[in-house]
């Protein structure tokens, strides 16, 4: 394209000094059919690079999803034949450990599966939004509830910081349910060995300020640009994790922008991350 | 005291299974079964522990996941492969995995058979381990 531009303008030049005496002029409509040819081949590039990238996300999805679905399903599926089986002999205390692994591999297709509806929603800009006065400490403490045991088995402290009596939030409550559950979940998962998780709810110019510290693996200086991309797993993560779709922080990114609010992150690899994100009050 | 012996000799006897798999429950269930058919079963929930384990214990055959935490499956092959004390050890990829190229980069790099997880059913992966090591 460049080429095609270089080319022109010289045509042009020399076209232009052909018939119109003032050289002025000339360069300058010369500056113009350049400046445009430069426009048309930027929209080109860009959109074939849109193309290429859309290409790559559709491939990396049938990767993901497969892969994420096809070893829950596996997990059942053997389960049941040995169960089932006229050969094997399951001891009955057995039976109940693998109807507890069939349990757990369903939640985690079932998990997988609402991921993908949801962000198949934001992308289609139809996400469902039922806003109303919400207490954002008390959504917190009940997640931190549901998230105690989680924590403990891991080593985690887990602790919540606010100020009593703040301002309800003008908001939707199964929304920001679904970004806080994401953001502690992936706080407490990514420490390694014993560590904190400091959550922090604070008022500040009629918005609300959420944050979320944790003693992790942090985020690798490389990734940090991708993170709330669809599918995206950071490389300290995926060597450590191999389950996880990568859908967690764009969902939550997704949800929190059509909220209104901001989302955003600080972090060094090897010593955490804090997250933070700001609703508006009203 | 015969009794004794002979339960020692027996378990000396029995062959040893290096199972590499991230899914613990997988690992469970399936290592269960596998102690049911008369085999050792030695575990390893990521790809650094079981390249160690290989190493160390030597066992008769290693049942292989490809997607694993920490050293991917491909190249704890590739090492178990390059070394002249685990080389011989065959290795059977048991993965989700299902692309030609994942299967002939496998074979490729030495391993003994490759299977796809959701295309067969436990008797038959049984069945392949057996004609392996018996």
Known sequence: MGIIIIFTSIFSYLLGAHYIANVEIVIFIVLIIAIVLFIISYIITRSFE????????????????????????NNIKWTFEILTSKELEVPTEKVEEYMGNVEENIARMVELIDDLLIVSKIEQGRVPISK???????????????????????????????????????????????VVENLIDNAIRYIKGPGKVEIKLTMENKKVLFSI??????????????????FFRAENVLKERTRGSG??????????????????????????????FTLPIK | MLNVCMFKCLYVCMKTILFIEDEATLQKAFGDVLQQKGYKILNALNGEIGLRRARSENPDLILLDLVLPRLHGFEVLKKLKED???????????????????????????????????????????????????
């Open chain 1, 50 to 73: 849109r193309l290429a990238e859309a290409s790559k996300m559709k491939s990396e999805f049938i990767n993901i999803v497969s892969h994420q679905l096809r070893s829950p399903l």
């Open chain 1, 132 to 178: 109303k006065e919400v207490f954002l400490e008390n959504l917190i403490k009940d997640l931190i509830k549901r998230y105690r045991i989680f924590a403990e088995a891991s080593h985690v402290e887990l602790n919540f910081y606010f100020k009593e009596q703040a301002s309800p939030v003008f908001t939707d409550p199964s929304l920001i349910k679904l």
């Open chain 1, 213 to 230: 510290k944790d003693t992790g693996v942090g985020i690798p200086q490389k990734d940090k640009k991708y993170i709330f991309q669809k």
């Open chain 1, 247 to 276: 859908l967690g922080l764009y969902v939550c990114k997704s949800i929190i922008e059509n909220l209104g609010g901001r989302i955003w992150f600080k972090s060094e690899e090897g010593k955490g991350t804090t997250f933070y």
């Open chain 2, 84 to 134: 002249p004390e685990t080389k011989e050890i065959p290795v059977i990829v048991l993965t989700n995995l299902g692309k030609m190229e994942d299967i002939n980069k496998a074979i490729e790099l030495g391993a003994t058979t490759y299977l796809v997880k959701t295309e067969y059913k436990i008797e038959e992966v049984i069945e392949k381990i057996k004609k392996i090591i018996g």
